[in-house]
T-cell receptor, first 110, second 121 residues
Framework: QSVVTQPPSASGTPGQRVTISCSGRSSNIGNNPVNWYQQFPGTAPKLLFYNNDQRPSGVPDRFSGSKSGTSASLAISGLQSEDEADYYCSAWDDSLNAVVFGGGTTLTVL | QVQLVQSGAEVRKPGASVKVSCKAS????????MHWVRQAPGQGLEWMGM????????RYAEKFQGRVTMTTDTSTSTIYMELSSLRSEDRAVYYC??????????????WGQGTLVIISS
């Protein structure tokens, strides 16, 4: 059972805006930056956002990240079929002295 | 080319140990902390621990304390992760991942291709 919680699934139709939530505690998200990863089957994760809302070069600006209190969100606007993937949030946890990942959200483009 | 290349798939018996390597190239090896993350079949990502490639200091997730050992070889720009007392639940893909430049930011922009470890009697 993850200390950081994500919905197991999300879906949307092409062109829609979808949001994936990430809920944690004061020891992790509440006190440390949140990062997001995108993972396609059989491949290594790819960094989507770091430090809550910093987008590495190459990540489309259709993707946006935000954080408020002990929760964070990943938003994808103008949803495309190639966005269908698993998405994970992560943060450092001061109590566990460990990086914690959310359980992951599988995004389906209908 | 900046990359992390991991060793190939391994098959081990329950109770045995496995050692996975991760060779860095294309950047200054000592400038980035390195992490190990694993992913069991159909499951999420799980952080195992981290190592300072230059000094060799480590920090392990509590779950793996006593069973995992992470080491570094600066002469070959390679880090290693050894997991002992293997059980069926250790079947997973093991990834090495590079932290940001300098002090650890606990996010990973560069990943290895992953190493599948199978536990089978």
């Amino acid at each position: 059972q993850s200390v950081v919680t994500q919905p197991p699934s999300a879906s949307g139709t092409p062109g829609q805006r979808v949001t994936i939530s990430c809920s944690g505690r004061s020891s992790n998200i509440g006190n440390n930056p949140v990062n997001w990863y995108q993972q396609f089957p059989g491949t290594a994760p790819k960094l989507l956002f770091y430090n809550n809302d910093q987008r590495p070069s190459g990540v489309p600006d259709r993707f946006s990240g935000s954080k408020s209190g002990t929760s964070a969100s990943l938003a994808i606007s103008g949803l495309q079929s190639e966005d269908e993937a698993d998405y994970y949030c992560s943060a450092w946890d001061d109590s566990l002295n460990a990086v914690v990942f959310g359980g992951g959200t599988t995004l389906t483009v209908l | 080319q900046v990359q992390l290349v991991q060793s190939g798939a391994e098959v081990r018996k329950p109770g045995a140990s496995v050692k996975v390597s991760c060779k860095a190239s294309g950047y200054t090896f000592s400038s980035h902390y390195m992490h190990w993350v694993r992913q069991a079949p159909g499951q999420g990502l799980e952080w195992m621990g981290m190592i300072n490639p230059s000094g060799g200091s480590t920090r392990y997730a509590e779950k793996f304390q006593g069973r995992v050992t992470m080491t570094t070889d600066t002469s070959t720009s390679t880090i290693y992760m050894e997991l002992s007392s293997l059980r069926s639940e250790d079947r997973a893909v093991y990834y090495c991942a590079r932290d940001r430049y300098g002090s650890s930011g606990y996010y990973f922009r560069l990943w290895g291709q992953g190493t599948l470890v199978i536990i089978s009697s």
